[in-house]
């Protein structure tokens, strides 16, 4: 697998959502008051990183996030929309390395890094399968 050619620092991916109240931090049990809850923006900044490298993934391949560092600095009520962002600023070997952030239509939310690695789905199963006991 070489992905070298097409993944790149700089490749960018973005993803948003209106918040609902299923993205409320009551909902998710991440707390109590309503209003965007972490875990929800955490998924948007994946969905963003992802949405950046998921179309140069060779035939048998995915990412699979594995380290993140977030910080959640702005709260979100519900009906404002938030979008993320994320930058791919280092492929090293199978691990990419990206700068994400949200904001939302006042401010900034969240920022932090995110890692993901590239692996051979069809391996990835049977590691799963074996550890099922299968």
Do not use: W, Y
Not at 50 to 67: D, K, S
């Amino acid at each position: 697998m070489d992905t070298r050619q097409e993944l790149k620092p700089g490749l960018s991916g973005d993803s948003e959502i209106v918040v609902g109240t299923r993205d409320t931090a009551p909902h998710v049990g991440s707390g109590k008051i309503g209003v965007l809850a972490t875990p929800i923006m955490v998924n948007l900044m994946e969905a963003a990183a992802l949405q950046a490298v998921e179309r140069f993934m060779p035939a048998g391949h995915q990412t699979v996030g594995t380290h993140l560092d977030v910080k959640h600095f702005a709260a979100t009520p519900v009906g404002m929309k938030v979008q993320a962002h994320a930058e791919l600023v280092k492929v090293e070997g199978r691990t990419l390395t990206f700068r994400i952030s949200a904001a939302d239509e006042r401010e900034p939310i969240g920022e932090g890094v995110h890692e993901r690695l590239i692996i051979n789905v069809e391996r990835f199963d049977q590691r799963m399968q074996k550890k099922l006991g299968k």
